[in-house]
């Protein structure tokens, strides 16, 4: 069974090539979609030199969008690209370790589930700072309160989907509002859905973390905005 690694990436020269070393030593057979979300630091010649000299033992897709559309926007051409039967979100940062991918699609692969989050809070693992930690569980709280759902990490990055169900979500939005989406249409959907506590490193925003307070504003208006929408 294939899986599809989707990597969306914006200015991640410093963090690609590990990325990709720790992906080829995975086990299984697999391609990788990289999507270069409009980058400025050389990220995307050095995917063009990667496809060209096939640096890695995996087939990979690189897709560039001209400019920056945010997160969503890069997940949503991706997941498009994936020719996988189960498709997974790989960040391109450091703060997720590929060796957890295994673990992750195995619900699906048994066929157990449809949908696998990576969740940080069952492993216990540090958060950047107390601010994004309850950010995060606020988040999560109002997907679970609204849409019956029973998420520990709704803002993950680890993401793994059954391809079939995955092309059923219809998915919009550009930016970090797409977790939002994501896992309020899995709710709604009523997915069979599991969660495995996953290795967490996590980066200050000097070291390049993106995501900020307005993204979490964004998120509560995306999940009030889905629950006036899909339930009504």
Request: hydrophobic share 45%; glycine share 6%; charged share 25%.
């Amino acid at each position: 069974m294939k899986i599809s690694i989707v990597v969306p990436c914006y200015n991640e020269i410093k963090n690609l090539p590990v990325i990709f070393k720790r992906i080829a030593a995975l086990p299984f057979e697999k391609e990788v979609i990289a999507v270069d979300d409009g980058s400025q630091d050389g990220s995307r010649a050095w995917l063009d030199l990667a496809v060209e000299n096939k640096l890695f033992p995996f087939d990979l897709k690189v897709i560039k969008h001209e400019s920056n559309k945010g997160k969503g926007g890069a997940l949503i051409t991706g997941f498009n690209a994936a020719s996988g039967e189960v498709v997974i979100v790989q960040d391109a940062d450091l703060e997720y370790d590929p060796g957890c991918i295994p673990a992750i699609t195995e619900p699906i692969i048994a066929g157990r589930a449809e949908a696998v989050y990576g969740s940080r809070i069952l492993s216990r693992s540090r958060i950047y700072s107390v601010l994004y930690l309850w950010g995060n569980k606020f988040l999560t709280f109002l997907v679970n309160l609204l849409f019956g759902a029973r998420m520990t990490d709704s803002y993950t990055c680890y993401k793994a989907f059954s391809a079939p169900f995955l092309k059923t979500l219809d998915l919009s939005s550009n930016g970090f509002e797409i977790e939002a989406e994501i896992s309020c249409k899995l709710a709604f959907k009523k997915a069979r859905f599991e969660e495995v506590p996953i290795a967490y490193t996590p980066r200050s925003r000097k070291e390049g973390k993106k995501i900020n307070y307005q993204d979490a504003v964004k998120g509560v208006l995306k999940i009030l905005w889905l629950r006036l929408t899909l339930v009504n």
